[in-house]
């Protein structure tokens, strides 16, 4: 939850990771992002991708130990914005089959827990998803809340 990643476990045992709405709320419109290699051994705290924003520069760290088994180049290559359009979704960065799934889970937080803490973070930092607030009469927003 510190480095502001989301997992979400497959049916095939790989896991899921992306930038949480907090995150892209506060770096703002995604210009680029860089991917290491599907195949990729990586370990816990490593990098998966260079993530270039209009205001900030830097790594997208693996919350767990593993392989990179697939991450979303074409995606980002269709829409650069889809990690600020739909972080949960078709915002996905990286796919990743854990090697040491059973050590490294108990760190991952879920439920009730990483939304009590989310809420905190939100508010330590005045996070304010303008995506999600209603656009003015006769215009229309971007997701970090430029027109």
């Given at each position: ?18 930038m ?9 419109k ?22 270039e924003?209009a205001?900030?520069v ?8 593993g392989v ?14 889809a ?54 009469a ?10």
């Amino acid at each position: 939850m510190d480095r502001d990643v989301w997992a979400r476990v497959e049916r095939d045992g790989t896991v899921t990771l992306g930038m949480t709405d907090p995150a892209q709320t506060r770096c703002g419109k995604v210009v680029s992002v860089r991917f290491k290699p599907v195949g990729r051994r990586v370990a816990l705290g490593q990098s998966l991708a260079t993530i270039e924003s209009a205001k900030w520069v830097g790594p997208f760290p693996a919350p767990l130990s593993g392989v990179i088994a697939a991450n979303n180049e074409a995606g980002f290559k269709a829409d650069i914005l889809a990690a600020n359009r739909d972080p949960y979704g078709a915002g996905w960065l990286v796919r990743l089959q854990p090697s040491a799934w059973e050590a490294e889970r108990a760190r991952l937080l879920t439920g009730a827990v990483a939304a009590e803490r989310y809420r905190a973070r939100i508010d330590q930092h005045r996070v304010t998803c303008m995506r999600c607030a209603p656009a003015p009469a006769g215009g229309t927003e971007g997701p970090d809340g430029e027109g």
